[in-house]
């Protein structure tokens, strides 16, 4: 495995247990959620560049803008939450309660 191919390894894993150990907040889950995307984007980019073939140019940029769908979804989120419930924990929010 390449230093490169490992920093991304690292990267995607650590965005990972952020999202699966740091639940308090909705908004940090939306920062470790972005931070799989981002390197996601990276790695497809590299993998992109280092194939060269003009059938898999589109997959950054397709993943690029699902990313940004997510985050503004994720944003509108937190606003509507924050709203309602008067803060963005993770706690606060139960899926049984209307």
């Known amino acids: 495995m390449t230093p490169i191919q490992m920093t991304f390894s690292t990267m995607f894993l650590l965005g990972l247990m952020g999202l699966t150990f740091h639940r308090t907040h909705l908004l940090s889950a939306l920062l470790c959620l972005e931070t799989l995307m981002l390197s996601l984007f990276l790695a497809t980019s590299l993998w992109a560049l280092q194939l060269s073939t003009i059938n898999i140019a589109c997959v950054p ?32 929010l139960n899926l049984l309660q209307c």
């Open 61 to 92: 940029m397709l993943l690029l803008a699902f990313s940004a769908c997510e985050a503004s979804s994720g944003l509108a989120l937190v606003v509507a939450t924050a709203g309602t419930h008067g803060s963005d924990h993770m706690q606060n």
